[in-house]
């Protein structure tokens, strides 16, 4: 999706800098512009600050300096980390019911809600299961659940399939894409892969370490939805040949 001035600005970061023990320039002038229905990869080498910005944008963190600024107001955001994080000792739907549990909220109340988050994701006939019961993308699958069923408006994700074998992370690509067009929501989505970053976005922040800072956005323009022919077609070979050449300019600048 293009950034055009019909689309609402969802949030604005503007100049951000974050600075470690007043040494360690984790980003310097970090701008960004998240529009509703964005789906933005932030891309680049280990130690570029793409987990910090995300943490700053979750409210988890605060700028050394600069702005992030919510258009709406209000902060609507989940968070998925690269492990799924879930409380062993509780069921599939007990997992999903945590945030809706967090703001006193009963089960049986959001029972229906919880079941629909649970079909999104395709794990309607796991929710009686526990953790330890499923495999890696399974538990993976949970955790948006988690992140989806309180219909965020923004939704932050740190590498979340970066220990998932291949195929499973293909799926679960497919299967995000899916999702994102029927809830409608925005995404940052942190990733270190060339090919994850170009199947999924519409636009990738590529971003240099040392210190952190953007080097390019590269615009994905290929049309959604995404399917298996784009991501075997030589027009997804070539967006990626793009990102990859930007991602080597950033390594090479750092
Ligand atoms: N709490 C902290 N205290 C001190 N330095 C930190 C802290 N958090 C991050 N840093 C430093 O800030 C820089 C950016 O780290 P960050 O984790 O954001 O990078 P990243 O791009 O997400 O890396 P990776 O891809 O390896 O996860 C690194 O040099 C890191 O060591």
């Given at each position: 999706m293009d950034g055009s001035p019909?689309?609402?600005r969802l949030l604005t970061l503007t100049g951000v800098d974050k600075v470690f023990g007043g040494e360690v320039v984790a980003l310097r002038g970090l701008d960004?512009?998240?529009?509703?229905?964005?789906?933005?990869s932030l891309l680049g080498p280990s130690g570029c600050g793409k987990s910090t910005a995300l943490r700053l944008i979750a409210g988890l963190?605060?700028?050394?300096?600069?702005?992030?600024?919510?258009?709406?107001?209000?902060?609507?955001?989940?968070?998925?980390?690269q492990e799924p994080t879930l409380m062993p000792w509780a069921t599939v739907a007990q997992n999903v019911w945590l945030p809706m549990?967090?703001?006193?909220?009963?089960?049986?109340?959001?029972?229906?809600?919880?079941?629909?988050?649970l079909k999104l994701v395709g794990l309607e006939k796991f929710q009686n299961a526990y953790p330890r019961e499923l495999s890696?993308?399974?538990?993976?699958?949970?955790s948006i659940a988690?992140?989806?069923?309180?219909?965020?408006?923004?939704?932050?994700?740190?590498?979340?399939?970066?220990?998932?074998?291949?195929?499973?992370?293909?799926?679960?690509?497919?299967?995000?894409?899916?999702m994102q067009a029927?809830?409608?929501c925005t995404v940052i989505f942190v990733t270190h892969s060339v090919f994850e970053s170009v199947f999924l976005s519409?636009?990738?922040?590529?971003?240099?370490?040392?210190?952190?800072?953007?080097?390019?956005?590269?615009?994905?323009?290929a049309p959604y939805p995404r399917t298996e022919e784009f991501r075997t077609s030589a027009e997804y070979a070539a967006w990626c040949r793009g990102a990859s050449d930007a991602l080597n300019r950033a390594i090479g600048a750092a």
């Open positions: 019909t689309r609402q960004l512009d998240v529009f509703e229905g964005d789906f933005i963190s605060h700028p050394t300096s600069g702005r992030i600024a919510w258009e709406a107001g209000e902060q609507s955001l989940s968070v998925v980390f549990r967090l703001k006193g909220q009963g089960f049986a109340a959001v029972r229906g809600e919880i079941m629909d988050a890696g993308g399974m538990k993976m699958r949970v988690r992140a989806m069923v309180t219909h965020p408006k923004l939704i932050l994700m740190d590498e979340p399939f970066a220990a998932l074998d291949e195929i499973t992370r293909f799926k679960l690509n497919n299967d995000l894409l899916a029927k809830l409608g519409d636009r990738i922040v590529v971003m240099a370490a040392r210190p952190g800072r953007v080097i390019e956005e590269l615009p994905v323009t």
